[in-house]
């Protein structure tokens, strides 16, 4: 899609996000309310100082107005997924949904066999994480405590400290683990 077409979808959007007036955001930025039609309906690519003006006014980021938006939903298949590993293959970690600034936390699928391991740092401070087991056993250490949780438990923990987990148990162990970011 091309750049001024991905301008008029987002500046549609704020503008109908915030409930404004074709007349308000020319009032608010600057910019003439034909100029900003223009803009809506795909018939201009503004400059750079347009686009500034506009985010200025409407006080959004720059980038809100030219990043292509994301779709509402997205499917993420498993094959699609880089796999990280440790302890010789046996703790693998699928990342579902990285970090995004905007979303403050980030969503990973966890495969760990029979005796595997891993010893995390500390995270910034304020990180919490947030476990859930379906199937097999998880030891969680966290500031000298072990904490084991079996097939359909959770635990949440501050992880701005040392912590690691184990597979305590005699079979696979798959979780859901959510890191949340502070502000």
């Known amino acids: 899609m091309e750049i001024h077409l991905i301008i008029a979808k987002n500046l549609k959007a704020i503008?109908?996000?915030k409930k404004l007036s074709l007349e308000k955001v020319a009032e608010l930025t600057g910019v003439s309310k034909t100029?900003?039609?223009?803009?809506?309906?795909?018939?201009?690519?503004?400059?750079?100082?347009?686009?500034?003006?506009?985010?200025?006014?409407?006080?959004?980021?720059?980038?809100s107005l030219i990043?292509?938006?994301?779709?509402?939903?997205?499917?993420?298949?498993?094959?699609?997924?880089?796999?990280l590993s440790e302890d010789n293959?046996?703790?693998?970690?699928?990342?579902?949904?990285?970090?995004?600034?905007?979303?403050?936390?980030?969503?990973?699928?966890v495969e760990i066999d029979k005796g595997g391991f891993l010893s995390a740092d500390s995270h910034m401070e304020g990180t919490e994480e947030l476990l859930t087991i379906f199937e097999g056993e998880l030891t969680v250490r966290v500031n000298y405590e072990e904490y084991t949780i079996e097939s359909g438990d959770s635990i949440r923990f501050k992880a701005d400290r040392p912590h690691s987990y184990h597979n305590s148990g005699e079979t696979l162990t798959r979780l859901s683990m959510v890191l949340y970011y502070p502000n």
Do not use: C
């Open 15 to 17: 503008r109908e996000s």
């Open 67 to 83: 990043n292509h938006p994301q779709p509402d939903t997205i499917v993420v298949s498993k094959s699609d997924i880089q796999i």
């Open 35 to 63: 100029m900003i039609g223009q803009i809506e309906r795909g018939e201009s690519a503004p400059t750079i100082t347009t686009i500034w003006k506009i985010a200025n006014g409407l006080k959004v980021s720059f980038t």
């Open 89 to 109: 293959g046996k703790y693998r970690v699928y990342p579902h949904f990285p970090f995004d600034e905007d979303k403050r936390f980030e969503v990973y699928a």
